[in-house]
């Protein structure tokens, strides 16, 4: 069967040939309340599932903004957040389903749409077991949305990505709250022991101004 445009597209993007800028937009917790528990901060959030102190909740620089324990933080030298050939620019928007303010995802009218987290060097993530994110829109751009991780570096590196309609994901204008096993992509071939994306986005291209609200990405250990 013949591979959509966008599809292919996007493995040449998971290898970064031209990534685009980093972009830090809302990557880090907001004052220095990180834990938005059962009782949070005004305005703040906890999130469908709120972090409760003892648990194992990995954040990986960005979307995020309550509790957890662990964090990779962007710092754009040896951790990145790359808009792949400037497909999409990122906006702060209020609705939000954790912390001050969930991320828009907006569209520039080209044939197809990526971002992602990419590190220079492997990570080991075999501790951690579902990868956790909460989308929302009603935009036709986002109906096939596929979220992924790559493992390997350089000319080694391979992105697996899954369709995440699978998942429970529909752009029917609610919040939908995805719980990804990372099993998944280790049965697609992804080395967890080698990590060097922990989170990629792609979508095929749409008008531009077309956007998709994401919040709440983290992994947990169960």
Same mark, same amino acid.
């Given at each position: 069967?013949k591979?959509?445009?966008w599809? /292919?597209?996007l493995?040449?993007?998971?290898?970064? =040939?031209d990534?685009?800028? $980093?972009?830090?937009?809302?990557q880090g917790p907001?004052g220095?309340?990180?834990?938005?528990?059962?009782? =949070?901060?005004?305005?703040?959030?906890?999130?469908p599932?709120?972090?409760?102190a003892?648990?194992?909740?990995?954040?990986?620089?960005?979307?995020?903004?309550?509790?957890?324990?662990?964090?990779? *933080?962007?710092?754009? *030298?040896?951790t990145?957040?790359y808009?792949?050939?400037s497909?999409?620019?990122?906006?702060?928007d =209020?609705?939000r389903?954790?912390?001050?303010?969930?991320?828009?995802?907006?569209?520039?009218?080209?044939p197809?749409?990526?971002?992602?987290?990419?590190?220079? $060097?492997?990570?080991n993530?075999d +501790?951690?077991?579902?990868l956790? *994110?909460?989308m929302?829109?009603?935009d !036709?751009?986002?109906?096939?949305?596929?979220?992924g991780?790559s493992s390997? /570096?350089a000319a080694n590196?391979k992105?697996?990505?899954? +369709?995440?309609?699978k998942?429970?994901?529909?752009?029917?204008?609610?919040?939908?709250? /995805?719980?990804? !096993?990372?099993?998944?992509?280790?049965?697609?071939?992804?080395?967890?022991?080698?990590?060097?994306?922990?989170?990629?986005?792609?979508?095929?291209?749409? $008008?531009?101004g077309?956007?998709?609200? /994401?919040?709440?990405?983290?992994?947990?250990?169960?």
């Open positions: 069967m591979k959509p445009v599809g /292919l597209l493995l040449l993007a998971a290898c970064r =040939p990534p685009g800028p $980093a972009d830090y937009t809302d907001v220095t309340d990180t834990d938005g528990g059962t009782e =949070p901060a005004s305005q703040l959030l906890p999130g599932f709120p972090y409760e003892g648990q194992r909740r990995l954040m990986v620089g960005i979307f995020y903004e309550t509790g957890r324990s662990e964090d990779v *933080v962007l710092d754009n *030298v040896d990145n957040f808009l792949y050939e497909t999409v620019y990122v906006e702060s =209020p609705d389903v954790e912390g001050k303010s969930a991320d828009r995802i907006v569209q520039n009218g080209k197809w749409m990526g971002f992602g987290v990419h590190w220079k $060097a492997e990570r993530l +501790a951690w077991k579902t956790h *994110v909460s929302k829109s009603a !036709p751009a986002f109906a096939n949305v596929k979220v991780m390997g /570096l590196e992105g697996f990505q899954l +369709a995440v309609s998942y429970g994901w529909v752009n029917d204008g609610e919040w939908h709250h /995805l719980a990804i !096993p990372v099993a998944d992509y280790t049965a697609a071939g992804l080395k967890l022991n080698a990590v060097s994306a922990p989170f990629t986005f792609a979508a095929e291209g749409g $008008a531009a077309q956007f998709l609200l /994401l919040d709440n990405l983290y992994f947990t250990a169960n």
